[in-house]
């Protein structure tokens, strides 16, 4: 096993926190952009909370509001002008993945004379992978990408109809103020989504990664139960705050590089997948990823089976006759997409209205940065076009 780790956010974690972000704020700059989605922080007080507590630093800011699900390099492109006309210092973002990613590519396109896109990854020849940007300070709002405390960024395009990332080590947020009563506000369907993000975000690294990491095949296995379990308490009960909390902290452990590292993960097939679909459809991210994962998952078990295995056995309890026991990584997949349906996620394509119309296009997309040398899908296995259209029939 050979890897390298690298994770420079300060990371600050628990409830009552958001009373510090002003404080948190100070130490790196006067003037903020304070970066917020379609309007939950406002209805729930936590924009109003927020502010005081800038305001009682003497930190000026002026707002980027609008931040769309699905972000549009659009929203990042105004945000990134504001930055300049308003010559701020640091980018605050308040919100779920979506006002966070766009957050960090605000704060990365402020200081790039081109096009915002080009940042982007999606094929190009000359991606300029961004390696300066201002200094983000995440507050989450929803427990799910775990973007407050990773480099990763994802952005949408409506007029290419690509959905496409960068991750890079400058776009480490700075610090990430992380207080879980800030969550107790989502509702249901994005709780139960943000949990089928945060179980994927283990898997792709858990199925994808290299064989013998028994230390992180545990550590992920233990994200995935708490997971599960919390989650279901969360979702009994929005204002349980130790669920909440516990999800949460899942959610940064999940995708902060820390638990995959070791695994070296081939690719991110699912997510790769997903965001080719949602390009077109806008749809919720973890939603789409529940259709998705539980079908890429029978395709990849044919051809590593014992890790299938072992996922049925450690996660649903299964009892299999030996590590290679079709019967037993095909029934944990299917106890998984039980679970998933048991939380109200959709598991099928045609329950979000979505036919096979653009299929081709879909796998053609899925493939525009994470491929190998013949265009296929990274992952383990890599996976052709055709490959790509059988998973989502
Ligand atoms: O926009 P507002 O009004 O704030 O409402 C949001 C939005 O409608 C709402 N919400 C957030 N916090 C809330 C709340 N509602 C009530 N109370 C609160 N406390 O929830 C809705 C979804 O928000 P969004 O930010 O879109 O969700 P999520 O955190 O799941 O982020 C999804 C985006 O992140 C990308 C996805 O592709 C998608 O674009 N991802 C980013 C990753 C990363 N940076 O590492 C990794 C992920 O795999 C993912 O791809
Ligand atoms: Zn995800």
């Known amino acids: 096993m050979n890897f390298e780790f690298y994770n420079p956010t300060r ?4 409830a009552g926190n958001l009373k510090r972000l002003g404080k948190e704020v100070k130490r790196i700059g006067r003037r903020a952009l304070l970066v917020t989605g379609g309007g939950s922080v406002k209805r729930n007080g936590i924009f109003d909370r927020a502010v005081a507590s800038l305001e009682r630093e003497g930190i000026t800011w002026v707002e980027c509001a609008g931040i769309e699900p699905n972000p549009r390099i659009t929203s990042v492109a105004r945000g990134a002008q ?3 006309d308003e010559k701020c210092e ?7 993945g979506s006002t ?3 957050s960090k590519v605000i704060g990365a396109a402020a200081l790039y004379d081109g096009e915002p896109w080009d940042l982007i990854g999606h094929g190009q020849q000359d991606w300029v992978i961004p390696t300066e940007t201002l200094p983000v300070v995440t507050v989450p709002t929803l427990a799910a990408t775990g973007s407050e405390m990773n480099c990763g960024a994802v952005i949408s395009n409506d007029e290419t109809k690509i959905k496409s990332f960068v991750q ?3 776009l480490y947020p700075a610090v990430a103020l992380v207080d879980p009563e800030l969550t107790l506000t989502v509702p249901k369907d994005q709780t139960a989504y943000g949990i089928c993000d945060i179980i994927v975000h283990v898997t792709e690294a858990y199925f994808n990664g290299i064989d013998d990491t028994p230390v992180q095949d545990r550590f992920a296995e233990g994200v995935i139960l708490n997971t599960i379990d919390y989650g279901k308490r969360a979702l009994a009960d929005g204002n349980d705050l130790e669920a909440r909390t ?3 902290w899942a959610s940064i452990l999940a995708l902060n590089g820390f638990m995959a590292a070791g695994m070296n993960p081939a690719g991110f097939p699912v997510h790769m997948i997903e965001h080719a679909i ?3 459809h806008d749809i919720t991210h973890g939603a789409g990823l529940a259709i998705v994962n539980p079908a890429w998952m029978r395709f990849a078990a044919k051809v590593r089976p014992a890790k299938f295995v072992q996922f049925g056995e450690r996660i649903f309890n299964l009892k ?4 290679d026991d079709m019967d037993c990584a095909l029934a944990g997949i299917d106890a998984y997409e039980a679970f998933l349906k048991s939380i109200g996620c959709p598991t099928r394509l045609s329950a979000l209205g979505i036919g096979d119309e653009l299929f081709t296009r879909y796998a053609e997309d899925s493939a525009l940065v994470l491929r190998d040398e013949d265009g296929n899908l990274l992952g383990r296995p890599t996976m052709s076009k055709q490959d790509i259209v059988e998973v989502l029939r």
């Open 168 to 170: 890079t080590e400058a």
């Open 246 to 248: 516990h999800l949460q």
């Open 320 to 323: 299999p006759k030996g590590s």
């Open 90 to 96: 640091v980018v605050i973002a308040l919100g779920g």
């Open 11 to 14: 990371l600050i974690f628990g």
């Open 278 to 280: 949602s390009a077109h």
């Open 100 to 102: 966070m990613d766009a």
């Open 82 to 84: 504001l930055v300049r």
